[in-house]
């Protein structure tokens, strides 16, 4: 802990240094008591922040080289530290025991404090060191483990607590994580903690802002989103409706505040815009089933099309509608979605006016509970009663006869 290389000695740790020397070195008496140390540590902190300070590192062009070296000593101090733990054990009372303790966690709260306020300088990527890591571990597991609890009691899906659970897992088995993967946990822990599980009534949408905002772009998050967002188009039932509820989504996405400069993979694409992508697709192939037969009544497609199938009806789409209504509801007609029927009504027929309807309106056609549309209907099918009792029945009555 001594000045071997003047070139990478700060001068600012150099209170902290005596003070920990004290504690694990020889020649320089330890205070007393636990309080006593503990007030010189908080004084020894303090200088040195008000000496951090007077650096004005935001104006040096220096400041990513300095606090390189700062950050490599502070670990040294704490390497020096758990190596005393370790191979001292003989000379390791219960108030150097707690004063050691204390050391890691100021240095702990240190490493925060310049990871906060001097972000455009710190190494983020320099590894944690062991001791620290050991006690990060301690302190958050638990408030993890506390916050996917009440996820689970609030009904989260399964399959999204299963991606929180590979992250944590990842997080553990990491040797050697770096600062940023650690105050990126205790950031994700911060913002899922803000949720109010108690008065927020769309608990999802609480927690994918969170995730945008700290740009969850983990992998097996992406992949869940992926899963939820893509939809098999042969189980919707209305396009129109899906392509405006995923308009909606899209809108609801670029609503929601990012951090800049910020995430869990910063190399990688953030996680708001792999969503935007996999909606906007979306949206482009319900476009394309949509235009579908649109495209197919145009030009040579449509001669084609009119050739193959196509009547025109003289009655009203809402009365001819109405009638096939009946049909369904009584299971004469027997269609898989209403949006086939409304596929097929486009395609193949149309009014003496218009070659082929809007989907638009037969959807407002069908979904209307009109009496007065009734009557007609009711009319139209006594007068087809009649037709079949002139022209039918009573015709084979009298062959019958004969």
Not at 76 to 90: F, G, V
Not at 256 to 263: P, W
């Amino acid at each position: 802990m001594e000045k071997e290389n003047i070139h990478f000695y700060v001068e600012e740790l150099n209170a902290l240094r005596l003070l920990v020397h004290s504690l694990i070195g020889e020649g320089v008496q330890m205070p007393k008591t636990e309080e006593l140390f503990a007030a010189q540590m908080v004084a020894e902190v303090a200088d040195f922040k008000r000496l951090l300070q007077d650096r004005q590192l935001h104006l040096n062009k220096g400041a990513v080289t300095f606090m390189d070296h700062l950050q490599a000593e502070m670990c040294r101090i704490l390497e020096d530290c758990n190596n005393y733990a370790l191979l001292e054990t003989h000379l390791l009372t219960a108030l150097r025991k707690a004063n050691l303790d204390m050391v890691i966690t100021t240095i702990g709260e240190i490493f925060e404090y310049l990871g906060n306020d001097y972000a455009h300088c710190f190494n983020f990527q320099m590894k944690v060191p062991s001791t620290l890591k050991a006690k990060f571990h301690f302190c958050m597991v638990k408030e993890w483990n506390r916050l996917v609890a009440k996820l689970k009691n609030a009904g989260i899906e399964e399959e999204l607590l299963t991606v929180l659970s590979g992250y944590h897992q990842e997080l553990m088995s990491n040797k050697v994580p770096t600062f940023h993967e650690m105050g990126y946990w205790r950031n994700m822990i911060d913002g899922i903690g803000k949720i109010d599980f108690k008065k927020n009534l769309d608990l999802e949408y609480a927690l994918f802002s969170q995730f945008c905002y700290l740009n969850f772009n983990y992998p097996s998050l992406i992949q869940f989103c992926t899963k939820k967002i893509q939809r098999n188009y042969n189980l919707v039932d209305d396009y129109r409706e899906e392509f405006i509820r995923i308009t909606i989504q899209l809108r609801t996405l670029r609503q929601f505040y990012v951090r800049s400069a910020y995430g869990f993979d910063t190399d990688s694409s953030p996680l708001t815009e792999v969503l935007e992508g996999i909606l906007e697709n979306e949206l482009l192939c319900i476009k394309k089933l949509l235009n579908i037969n649109k495209k197919a009544l145009t030009r040579n497609g449509a001669k084609f099309f009119l050739r193959q199938f196509y009547f025109r009806i003289s009655i009203p789409i809402e009365l001819f509608l109405f009638i096939f209504r009946l049909m369904i509801e009584k299971g004469i007609i027997l269609v898989k979605r209403k949006a086939d029927l409304y596929e097929f009504i486009h395609s193949h027929v149309g009014t003496v006016k218009r070659d082929n309807l809007s989907i638009g309106n037969m959807q407002n056609s069908y979904s209307e509970n009109n009496r007065r549309t009734a009557i007609k209907a009711r009319a139209l099918l006594q007068t087809l009663i009649a037709h079949i009792n002139e022209k039918y029945i009573s015709i084979c009555f009298i062959v019958s006869l004969i």
